[in-house]
């Protein structure tokens, strides 16, 4: 897969970059665009996931909710979420339905955390993939995730996710799951493209009674690659917990910038002072009188 | 006992038991496996100090299982060493005579017992960092007990195990300068024993403690 369309921008655990990296250009720069106000919940996207990526997912058991299964498993790289919402303001219940998975972030909490070099990869075009022979299985993705995505097989103790079907964007082929949706909830293109595309439907919803619709590409974490359309882009959070303002943890952000740095120089300090110390002092000698005193004191002499 | 041992054992002062040096030796041992294998993991600069370990998977794997058996160790050297590493007046004045004794110039410094104040140091901050090592430990050990903690809760827990294990390096620095600088101390740990000047010079009052032990063999007994 030499296709330029998967150069490398970035790879986990690498400083200072990838030499001779190509920088991300506007026009090359592939996303998803998910409209919540289109889909209907049928599931299909997750259908054609499995059937792409040659996945099986435990039968589950019912709970009452249509969520199914329950959550995102190693399995399950995308996953449909059902929120009903009793709209106070409108009186009306909302059947708010949300296609859960990676979102494939310009900055990701992921890439930023994991140990393991080239374990996690940033393609030029956005796609943000987990490369499985370098993955150790340490969970220090799912610590860096703002959305709670990367899941550990039990069975490999290696991490997964939604790859953007990169094997199909490669040679020119949508994601698997935008070929399956039947209302075409699911559209895939250029960055550009969806942003032009969802200012379209945006507009279409405002015109039909709803003033907050608009775009979630959110900033905090420098834009994603997958962006959903809402109808209440004001509360991200009424779509299964979807985040108000998602960036890597400062937590996350701390441990691996800071303390990295100042962990590493304190033990080098210490290190070195010690070094510093034994050059100027020389060794702390035990003398013949020392010796003949505490040997007087060992014997009671004194 | 033949009579090289003799005059070997004339001058020595029985420092630490077998019993002592094994618990020691396990926990240094444990420690830097530990040290070796958490750099890996804590800067990618490190990384390749997994191959020690057989690559990354191995090396996340062992490591959470060795932090189990230094653990265990410590908590035998704690039980062992809590009481003689209480703090005392002494350990105050020696403190304030610090720069002192950084110029091996202990004669003015106040007579010291088994420990000194920088070593009670080192031992307090070693239990306390090894205890939130322990317990942070086992929050970031999602082989077992990823479904204990949220998420959250984790990356506390992996910046709280980063910070103290800095800590716990830091201080085990500290800990190996003292016994190379100190010349005569690293034998305390190998053979169990040190010279009587080596205790004069260093630790008085535990010379004269030992000294007036009834239970103190007679030399050549």
Known sequence: MADIALELARQSATAGGITGALAPKDDFQVSKLIDTSKCIGCKACQVACLEWNDLREQVGVNTGVYDNPHDLTENTWTLIRFTEWDNTATGRLEWLIRKDGCMHCADPGCLKACPSPGAIVQYTNGIVDFNHSACIGCGYCIKGCPFNIPRISKTTEKAYKCTLCVDRVAVGQGPACAKACPTQAISFGTKAQMKQLAEKRVADLKSRGFDQAGLYDPPGVGGTHVMYVLHHNDRPQLYASLPDNPRISPVVELWKGAVKYAGIALMGVAALTGVLHHTVMGANRVTARDEEEGEKIQEGRK | ?221
């Open chain 2, 1 to 221: 006992m033949s009579p090289s041992n003799d005059t070997i054992e004339r001058h020595a002062v029985s420092r630490y038991t077998t019993g002592a040096r094994l618990n020691h030796w396990v926990t240094a041992i444990s420690l830097i496996l530990l040290a070796l294998s958490g750099m890996a993991l804590f800067t990618p600069s490190l990384f390749f100090l997994t191959g020690l370990f057989g690559g990354g998977t191995l090396t996340r794997e062992i490591h959470p299982w060795i932090g189990v058996v230094l653990f265990f160790s410590f908590a035998g050297l704690f039980v062992r060493f809590v009481r003689l590493n209480l703090w005392n007046a002494d350990d105050t004045r020696w403190m304030r005579n610090l720069g002192a004794v950084m110029r091996a110039d202990e004669e003015n410094v106040a007579e010291v017992g088994k420990y000194n104040a920088g070593q009670k140091l080192v031992f307090w901050g070693m239990s306390l960092l090894i205890l939130v090592l322990i317990t942070s430990g086992l929050a970031i050990w999602d082989e077992y007990f990823f479904a204990y903690t949220t998420i959250d809760q984790k990356r506390f827990a992996v910046l709280a195990h980063a910070l103290a294990a800095v800590g716990a390096i830091t201080i085990w620095i500290v800990h190996v300068y003292a016994a190379i600088w100190v010349r005569g101390t690293v034998r305390a740990m190998t053979r169990g024993t040190v010279t009587a000047g080596w205790a004069y010079r260093h630790h008085r009052k535990w010379l004269r403690q030992k000294a007036a032990e009834p239970a103190q063999r007679a030399p050549g007994a």
